[in-house]
């Protein structure tokens, strides 16, 4: 009764302190007193996680406080993670010995002129080390020799060709994560046609990841495809259902099972042992450890990164072994266990970020470019150094990966994408609180209340909402409890959202960070194969009440042809994405008040003829994807070539298309390209009466520095 009770006050005590990160916003708003309040802002929610911590996981209060020690060292210290990996791979690679996977990839039986592609299957509970393994091979050297292509796919519960398809091409093409978005709106048969010109007469080497679930006629459709590729090409699939494995009749299959105690304490020592003097002192605590690993090696790297960053020598590895943690009832299983010391040995600023992916599906794919921004909309990033909230997203990124939070991270492109283990993912959701997070996966009613409380529906104070709203259904028309929402993502099956409902939704939600109302987001490509995206035909001018939003997509809006004036009042906007939004004609002439925006995507708004010169003024600009501007003159109302002039922190690329009776020179030094340090390439697409004899004399005239790549098409 007495742990009850003291349950229910902290709970309570939490709750005050998310009420009051509420207040304080409206205080920031209303006095201007951004540094005062931004450093009260983190106090509250320092206050808030360690109850948090208490409440959830009631770890020692020793282990608690070394996760608030400053963590600039991790960076030194990342690159033990991909030490780790590669250890684990070796080991598992000697495990397999005769069942050598490389070996039979490069086998005669696998060129055979059979018409049959060839599937291997590797089999394995979560944690077993099915994608490192799998990644192992991939960049084996021989492998690499004689494929042309290969091509991994995170395939994740859901088994849909659509997703999967697109997936491909980005890889085949070399495409940017972002492009995935864009890939929603073309039809499927478009797709597979696409990928078929691409590996016809050419050698492949198809890998799915974490196939969860199997469906006969889009697996047999996808085989189909690939066997227009060459004779040797293969399919590699990773999985860890023994039906899955049984039901796509491999070709080879390979069963994963645990490691050796041994094993796992070879590991725990590479990986946690910061002084190899320490190794006889530790051993007994260490193999002690290794035993609680249950034989996964991911268990084992976890752990072991875990106690490398504690880095206290001797007393580190006692102080992990004799945590309350291991007894504690409200989390059963070891590798819980294991994963919740990883998660409290983080600093509190970084275990937030960690906790906000509760709200995304498992195997969520995500670019680290707008994870951050997700970050930056919460108000994560505050620096009190006045580190860029960017820099400061990537330091706390790093320590994640670092710690193995993310089961893998890639390239695709220029852009790094990750995905989170799904056994962090698992621990992650069961720690954080349930009133701040909830998904709800069919929403049918026009009602929805956030203020009652049952036992099926815990969703009292929710701060992060994120509806998937029934096919057929309607977005809902009110939404009680609204006012204390942080975040909001409207993921649909072809629903209309009408104006009043927006209405009514702006209106009682004036906490709102992020919003997301989007077609092509990464949410569609998580929820299956039915998401229609949403007919969202007008913004409400009531948007302005959104004072404390910092993100607002409405990418794939392809019927809103016109926004509000008022989004201009939005003066804490840090992101705005309108991607695919073909029919939107005109962007609101106060553009320019939107002195907070770093991240501006327009791509494929095609209605578009001209861009505001307000933008000239939007300095914390990071990212401009596309910008139409005027070449012949410096013109009062439109953007022009010259309105570059003070835009000095855009990074990555832009496209620009000139538009105008002729090229005037002075706008093109006016630009003042020179002073882009960050900028990669410009691609400049000439139109109107601008010939393209007028190459030269433009590039002469915006005088880029060398590693700028000015392109023309």
Not at 76 to 102: G, N, P, V
Not at 127 to 145: F, S
Not at 172 to 177: K, Q, V
Not at 411 to 428: Q, Y
């Amino acid at each position: 009764m007495a742990d009850e009770h003291i349950s229910t006050v902290l709970e309570q005590l939490r709750r005050i302190m998310a009420d009051e990160r509420f207040r304080n916003s409206e205080f920031q708003i209303n006095l201007l007193r951004g540094i005062t309040v931004h450093a009260l802002d983190q106090v509250l929610y320092n206050i808030e996680d360690v109850i948090s911590d208490v409440l959830h996981l009631g770890v020692s209060t020793e282990l608690a406080a070394a996760g608030l020690e400053k963590f600039a060292s991790t960076q030194s210290k990342a690159a033990s993670a991909e030490t780790a990996t590669l250890y684990i791979l070796r080991k598992r690679l000697e495990e397999l010995e005769e069942k050598d996977i490389i070996n039979v990839i490069l086998g005669e039986s696998f060129r055979d002129s059979s018409d049959s592609i060839k599937t291997i299957i590797i089999v394995g509970m979560e944690g077993t080390g099915k994608t490192y393994l799998a990644r192992c091979i991939c960049t084996d050297c021989q492998v690499l020799e004689i494929f042309d292509n290969i091509i991994w796919v995170n395939v994740s519960d859901d088994f849909d060709l659509g997703k999967i398809a697109r997936k491909i091409i980005l890889s085949l093409e070399g495409l940017e994560h972002d492009s995935l978005r864009l890939l929603t709106l073309v039809p499927l048969q478009s797709l597979l046609d696409r990928i078929q010109r691409k590996i016809v007469n050419k050698k492949s080497l198809l890998v799915l990841d974490g196939v969860g679930r199997y469906d006969c006629d889009d697996w047999e459709a996808l085989r189909a495809v690939f066997q227009h590729g060459m004779s040797g090409s293969g399919i590699l699939v990773t999985t860890h259902e023994h039906s899955v494995a049984g039901a796509m009749e491999s070709s080879y299959k390979f069963c994963l099972g645990k490691l050796s105690d041994e094993l796992c304490w070879m590991i725990l020592r590479e990986v946690g042992l910061n002084d190899d003097t320490l190794e006889y002192a530790v051993e007994d605590i260490g193999r002690e450890l290794a035993r609680r690993c249950e034989g996964l090696p991911f268990a084992a790297k976890v752990l072991g990164d875990a106690i490398r960053h504690y880095d206290f020598g001797i007393r580190g590895w006692d102080v992990f072994l004799r945590n309350c943690i291991w007894k504690s009832p409200r989390i059963p299983k070891y590798m819980s266990k294991i994963l919740s010391l990883s998660y409290c040995n983080l600093p509190l600023s970084v275990r937030r970020c960690l906790s906000y992916w509760a709200i995304f599906p498992k195997s969520f794919e995500i670019s680290k470019t707008l994870l951050v921004q997700h970050w930056m909309a919460q108000g994560y990033l505050y620096s009190s150094d006045n580190l860029e909230m960017e820099l400061k997203g990537e330091e706390y990124f790093k320590c994640l990966e670092a710690h193995s939070c993310f089961q893998y991270c890639t390239r695709d492109g220029g852009m790094l994408t990750c995905k989170m283990h799904s056994l962090v993912h698992d621990c992650v959701q069961s720690l954080s609180p349930y009133d701040l997070m909830m998904r709800f996966e069919s929403v049918k009613q026009l009602t929805l209340n956030l203020s009652s409380w049952t036992e099926e529906v815990k969703v009292v104070g929710t701060h992060h909402l994120v509806m998937m709203i029934a096919q057929g259904a309607g977005f809902p028309m009110d939404i009680s409890g609204a006012e204390k929402l942080r975040t909001l993502v409207a993921v649909t099956q072809g629903c209309l959202i009408t104006s009043q409902a927006l209405s009514n939704l702006f209106k009682q939600s004036k906490h709102l960070r992020l919003l997301d109302l989007s077609l092509t987001s990464g949410w569609h490509n998580c929820f299956g194969p039915s998401g229609q995206g949403n007919i969202l035909d007008e913004i409400p001018v009531e948007i302005c009440r959104l004072i404390n939003l910092r993100y607002l997509s409405l990418a794939g809006s392809k019927v809103l042809k016109i926004l509000p004036e008022t989004l201009c009042d939005l003066h804490n906007l840090q992101s705005l994405d309108l991607t695919g939004c073909s029919s939107l004609r005109k962007l609101p002439d106060g553009m320019g008040k939107l002195m907070n925006l770093r991240y501006f995507y327009t791509w494929c708004c095609s209605s578009i003829t001209s861009y505001p010169k307000g933008i000239s003024c939007l300095t914390s600009l990071r990212e401009l994807t596309n910008v139409i501007a005027r070449a012949d003159h410096n013109d009062a109302k439109e953007f022009t070539l010259g309105d570059f002039e003070k835009l000095n922190n855009l990074c990555g690329h832009v496209r620009v298309k000139l538009v105008g009776n002729a090229m005037d020179a002075d706008e093109a030094i006016r630009a003042n390209l020179w002073n882009k340090k960050d900028l990669d390439r410009i691609r400049i697409n000439l139109d109107g009466d601008i010939g393209k004899e007028s190459q030269d004399v433009i590039k002469k005239a915006l005088n880029p520095p060398s590693d700028l790549n000015i392109e023309f098409v």
